[in-house]
């Protein structure tokens, strides 16, 4: 199946500090959606993207869809202790009448006060 | 309040035995998804339905079957099959074309 390289695989970082976390493809993708899972919970919607270039900010989080359709990254400044979770970078992919999301591996986030 | 239900949170069962996940939504979304996830790997998508009555196998859907008889219920069976079942199972919905997906909070699998 097709899939998404997302880097860094984990993260280690003291509170405050400013935290970049990025995904790539080799497909091109219409919509590119940032999610953050908590232990034991399912992922949450952070960001969605929907234009290639575009530039959303979510309070402390920002996320750009790259110019070619394939990238996508997440910056999250100022980075306090519920940050801590897993990030997942996610494409859609339209077909027929459907569409569904291909995620990245996940980025591990751990905040140290 | 709408969403999407997954029941039970955590769930054993001996090897060699099926055993089927449950998934309930009152959204109104047409479209359903099962993500099996493990450590390190992110969501593989295992089966999905665009809607009832049909669907479709996921990039991962040996030893695993499910339904769609109604709209609101996708359960998701793991059959003896499934050579490594042990996991963490996600249900999602979502609305045409797969926009406004949402998750339940998962089903931790484990089996001994």
């Known amino acids: 199946g097709q899939q998404l390289n997302q880097s860094p695989q984990s993260m280690f970082i003291q509170e405050g500090e400013d935290v970049s976390m990025n995904c790539t493809s080799s497909s091109i993708f219409n919509t590119w959606l940032w999610y953050k899972q908590d232990p034991g919970e399912g992922p949450v919607l952070l960001i969605a993207l929907y234009k290639a270039g575009e530039l959303t900010s979510n309070g402390r989080l920002t996320a750009q869809f790259g110019i070619t359709r394939k990238d996508s990254f997440l910056n999250i400044s100022a980075s306090i202790p519920s940050d801590v979770g897993i990030y997942f970078c996610a494409g859609l992919l339209i077909y027929n009448q459907g569409g569904k999301l291909i995620f990245g591996q996940g980025t591990e986030l751990s905040v140290k006060p | 309040d709408g969403g999407i239900t997954q029941s039970p949170k955590y769930l054993f069962r001996k090897e060699g035995q099926n055993v089927t996940l449950s998934c309930e939504q009152n959204?109104?979304?047409?479209?359903m998804y099962w993500y099996r996830q493990d450590p390190g790997q992110g969501l593989r998508l295992i089966y999905y339905?665009?809607?009832?009555?049909?669907?479709q196998k996921g990039d991962i859907a040996e030893g695993y079957s499910v339904s769609r008889e109604k709209k609101e219920s996708f359960p998701l069976t793991v059959t003896s099959a499934q050579k490594n079942p042990t996991a963490f199972y996600l249900c999602?919905?979502?609305?045409?074309?797969?926009?406004?997906?949402?998750f339940g909070s998962g089903t931790r699998l484990t089996v001994v």
């Open positions: 339905s665009q809607i009832v009555n049909d669907f």
């Open positions: 999602a919905s979502s609305i045409e074309r797969g926009y406004g997906y949402t």
């Open positions: 959204l109104n979304h047409d479209a």
